[in-house]
């Protein structure tokens, strides 16, 4: 057990069924007739960090290909993989790559892969614009998950090619669910003040949240304390913010 401290629980704990996949109500609904006809479009997942936009996009891959979701997914950073070059080279080769149609026949697979690109609004327009083409000309054998925070970023012959979905903050409601449930299953005791403030700093985030929670136990083990929780936050405590405010003026 004490191994398990070394690894993420937000890897641990992602979803692998739509189902499963935290709040998002409107985005899974949408997203259920692509499983059933194992057929999807173009995609565009817009909304605030930690809100589920790629553990959505492999949850739909793992539903539609099963045990074969590692050999048709490819999943690229485009902060990291920006420039126009990276682009041209990295994605196409991946895009144009042909899918395995013994496995495809055999197993009753579509005859296509999945490229998800995270944080796609850092593209420069260039990058886009390459991106746009490559989406055009491969499409019968790649499908792309755009995946962004602001998608006013993404240029507009991209955004007209996808099918878009929102994905909205986590409530706070959800956010000390999925708090409860891993606590309860690391066999970590957390009082309910402590649940509360994670789920207040973390604003919506529930990889955030998730990740706060591991750094306290990991430091902390069963000892958490809500004065802890401020300590370790990095947000000043009102009282002191207004005094400093006060001093200034």
Same mark, same amino acid.
């Not at 892969?113 to 593209?123: F, G, P, Q, S, V």
């Given at each position: 057990h004490k191994l398990m401290k070394y690894v993420s629980w937000v890897e641990k704990n992602r979803p692998s069924k739509? %189902? *499963?996949?935290?709040? /998002? *109500?409107?985005?899974?609904?949408?997203l259920r007739n692509f499983i059933i006809n194992k057929n999807i479009p173009h995609l565009l997942f817009f909304g605030p960090s930690g809100s589920g936009k790629t553990s959505t996009i492999i949850a739909l891959a793992k539903e539609i290909f099963g045990i074969h979701y590692g050999d048709r997914i490819k999943e690229l950073n485009a902060s990291d993989e920006r420039g126009i070059d990276v682009v041209r080279? +990295?994605? +196409? %080769? $991946?895009?144009?790559e042909s899918i395995n149609s013994t496995q495809t026949k055999k197993q009753n697979l579509p005859p296509w +892969? @999945?490229? =998800?690109?995270? *944080?796609?609004? %850092?593209?420069t327009s260039e990058s886009q614009y390459a991106l746009r083409r490559i989406m055009e000309e491969y499409s019968k054998i790649t499908r792309f998950c755009i995946i962004? %925070? $602001?998608?006013? !970023?993404?240029?507009?012959?991209?955004v007209s090619r996808c099918s878009m979905f929102r994905f909205k903050p @986590?409530? #706070?409601?959800?956010? +000390? #669910? /999925?708090?409860? $449930? =891993?606590? #309860? !299953? *690391? #066999?970590?005791k957390c009082s309910v003040q402590v649940v509360n403030k994670i789920s207040e700093y973390s604003r919506g985030d529930l990889r955030k949240a998730i990740n706060f929670l591991q750094r306290c136990y990991n430091c902390f083990g069963d000892d958490i304390s809500s004065l802890i929780i401020d300590e370790i936050s990095g947000v000043v405590e009102e009282g002191k913010l207004k005094k400093f405010l006060n001093d200034c003026i």
């Open positions: 739509l %189902n *499963e996949i935290c709040y /998002q *109500e409107e985005v899974k609904e949408g080279e +990295k994605i +196409k %080769n $991946y895009a144009q +892969k @999945i490229i =998800i690109l995270d *944080e796609a609004d %850092n593209m962004c %925070n $602001y998608h006013h !970023k993404i240029i507009d012959p991209i @986590i409530p #706070k409601n959800e956010i +000390k #669910k /999925q708090l409860r $449930y =891993i606590s #309860k !299953k *690391e #066999k970590l």
